[in-house]
């Protein structure tokens, strides 16, 4: 797996607010049980220091804004230490925007860990394309937090068939096994529909022999993590309907939401456009997205 790297640490982002201490005590959580060090980072970009109020007075010193970049770091890395005391962090305010620091620190990172809103820096994270392009293109696993997750519920995985999606299961399944949870695999279909231009769609189908291909699809994707994590107890799910509502809908009752940045069929709009927009916008619990290194294969 991706998140396998030698005493590489779980990375938070951090900007002061409120959702970014949440995205803190999640990440510290997840350090303990991965075994890892947790590394806390601030985007410092001077001289605008953003907030709700606005840019900060050109006059401002840079040195004051440093100190509070500093500031708001160190208070992170207390939080952190709240969770364990013996939990090894370090914490750093780096120049930079915030997309293009947590970029070259999910290099060395097993997980990026983000808060679902934040200030500054981080506002663009969730708003935009931004989100989009850091969990298209992150070396590593992005987890978005949602305020304190709960610690009951199973682990749910969108499934589309694909190849791509190997990685994004087995990182479910390691999740599930970690956490001593059930995991729900969910696959979503759709009836012959047409998807471009000239696309022919058969007049006559058999619904049944559809949805026992659709069947088929699920259990094949889920059967070989299966075999390598046999304490994990699972449940396919297959749901007929539009990939985005359909994982929102799920997530109401899941600990945590796996999905894959690419992939094809029903799932492969996923990180692309609206449906992306609207897993990452409204999906009731936290999101884990694992992005497909080409050339990589999943161990």
Known sequence: MMTDRSGAPVVVGVDGSATALDAVRVAAREAVARHRPLRVVHAFLWPVLGTPLGPVVATLP???LRREADKLVAEAVDEARKVDADLPVTGVARDGGAVAVLLEESRDAALLVLGHRGLGGFAELLVGSAAVGLSARADCPVLVVRGEPRADGPVMVGVDGSALSTEAIGFAFAEAAQRGADLVAVHAWLYPAPVGPGDIV???YDPEQLRAEEER???EAVAGWAERYPEVRVRRKLVAGAPAPVLVAESADAQL???GAH????LGGLLLGSVSHAVLHHARSPLAIVRHRRGHAAS
Do not use: N, Q, W
């Open 257 to 259: 939401v796996v999905v």
């Open 217 to 219: 699809v699920l259990a």
């Open 202 to 204: 058969p007049l006559v």
């Open 62 to 64: 840079h040195e004051d």
């Open 263 to 266: 992939g094809r069929g029903s």
